[in-house]
């Protein structure tokens, strides 16, 4: 059985972040430990599926699920549930430090404010279903690359948060914590390539 990592709860999560530091480096650079959460292994009485998937099957799914959602997208591109525009100028908070300049100039504003909701009707009617599917057979090798990367992180991620205890609410609430601390872990690495 695996060792579990010593959390009392969700205040003491730093065994979890030095544990996922050093399965993340183990992932990015041990084969042997990566196959070994991505690949089937015999459980009892069933073969037990991979831990987190492969690469290769990761992003063949997400841009196989893009692609059969061609017909949604375009129904919800035609009629969003929330106001694109609205949504355009509040987003100028949340995107202001690495916009400053934009925004004091109001280069962002007078951009939304021209903004044309019935030409963006048109250009995604125009475009349709078949040229939503074109643009993600264009990005599938991207979508690769960017998983390719993206998987043996998530894979340590998972590794290191099953090895977490679950048997105490306080123990429950660190591993939820942590899950969401790995996740920002492995975005923080993401950028890092």
Same mark, same amino acid.
């Given at each position: 059985?695996?060792?579990?990592?010593?959390?009392?709860?969700?205040?003491?999560?730093?065994?979890?972040?030095?544990?996922?530091?050093?399965?993340?480096?183990?992932?990015?650079?041990?084969?042997?430990?990566?196959?070994?959460?991505?690949?089937?292994?015999?459980?009892?009485?069933?073969?037990?599926?991979?831990?987190?998937?492969?690469?290769?099957?990761?992003?063949?799914?997400?841009?196989?699920?893009?692609?059969? %959602? /061609?017909? !949604?997208?375009? &129904?919800?591109?035609? #009629?969003?549930?929330?106001?694109?525009? $609205?949504? *355009?100028?509040?987003?100028?908070?949340?995107?202001?430090?690495?916009?400053?300049?934009?925004?004091?100039?109001?280069?962002?504003?007078?951009?939304?404010?021209?903004?044309?909701?019935?030409?963006?009707?048109?250009?995604?009617?125009?475009?349709?279903?078949?040229?939503?599917?074109?643009?993600?057979?264009? %990005? /599938?090798? !991207?979508?690769? &690359?960017?998983?390719? #990367?993206?998987?043996?992180?998530?894979? $340590?991620? *998972?590794?290191?948060?099953?090895?977490?205890?679950?048997?105490?609410?306080?123990?429950?609430?660190?591993?939820?914590?942590?899950?969401?601390?790995?996740?920002?872990?492995?975005?923080?690495?993401?950028?890092?390539?």
């Amino acid at each position: 059985m695996t060792e579990l990592l010593k959390v009392e709860g969700p205040t003491d999560l730093s065994a979890f972040h030095v544990a996922l530091q050093e399965n993340i480096k183990r992932a990015q650079n041990d084969p042997d430990y990566l196959a070994s959460i991505t690949q089937e292994h015999k459980g009892n009485p069933i073969t037990l599926g991979p831990r987190v998937a492969s690469a290769e099957t990761w992003a063949e799914d997400m841009v196989t699920a893009a692609k059969n %959602k /061609a017909g !949604k997208w375009l &129904a919800n591109s035609l #009629k969003p549930k929330k106001d694109p525009k $609205a949504r *355009a100028l509040k987003a100028a908070k949340k995107y202001e430090n690495n916009m400053r300049i934009a925004l004091d100039e109001k280069h962002w504003d007078a951009g939304i404010e021209a903004f044309d909701e019935e030409l963006r009707q048109e250009t995604i009617a125009a475009v349709g279903e078949s040229g939503y599917r074109s643009g993600i057979d264009h %990005k /599938a090798k !991207k979508i690769t &690359a960017k998983i390719t #990367k993206l998987q043996p992180l998530v894979a $340590a991620l *998972a590794d290191t948060i099953d090895k977490m205890p679950v048997d105490t609410p306080e123990q429950r609430a660190a591993k939820m914590i942590a899950a969401r601390d790995g996740m920002l872990a492995v975005k923080k690495e993401m950028r890092k390539k």
